[in-house]
């Protein structure tokens, strides 16, 4: 018989230096009952020590900040909270960004570009332990795995 979890809300915090974007997370998460937005942070020396203080479940991380990039500070964070997911969520749609973003530790990589819709989807992937990539992106490291094997097996 599965044990029947109660609707415990994840907690999250977002890491982005851009205030009306972070408002902009902040009223989606105002709509939906699945996550508890619990922090945000401007920069990543503000979001290591606020990951710290709160310890959230998930941290949703612009990897373009002022002091840092997303990279170094999903790293920081997981050495600290091993426990902790990670999710990107950055304009950068390049597919060296999307590799080191997981190579950093990240379980998720949203687009900036992308509807609400796919960001919650992602964070339910990622509040499960699971990887997600949005299926805008997809493609595009398909193709370059794909043209990376091709040129590794001549």
């Known amino acids: 018989m599965r044990k029947k979890t109660l609707g415990k809300k994840k907690t999250v915090l977002i890491i982005d230096d851009h205030p009306l974007f972070r408002e902009g997370i902040k009223s989606l998460f105002a709509r939906q009952s699945l996550f508890n937005l619990i922090g945000e942070a401007k920069n990543g020396k503000e979001g290591i020590k606020k990951a710290i203080d709160l310890k959230p479940d998930i ?29 990107i969520l950055s304009m950068h749609s390049k597919v060296d960004y999307i590799i080191d973003a997981f190579r ?12 609400a819709e796919r960001l919650i989807e992602c964070l339910k992937s990622v509040s499960k332990g699971e990887y997600f990539l949005d299926p805008f992106l997809s493609h595009m490291v398909a193709k370059n795995l794909m043209e990376s094997d091709v040129k590794t097996s001549r």
Not at 104 to 115: F, N, P
């Open 104 to 115: 950093a530790g990240a379980k998720g990589y949203v687009i900036k570009e992308s509807a």
């Open 59 to 87: 941290v949703v991380m612009d990897l373009s900040l002022p002091d840092q990039n997303g990279m170094e500070v999903t790293r920081k964070i997981l050495d600290i909270l091993p426990k902790t997911h990670i999710m």
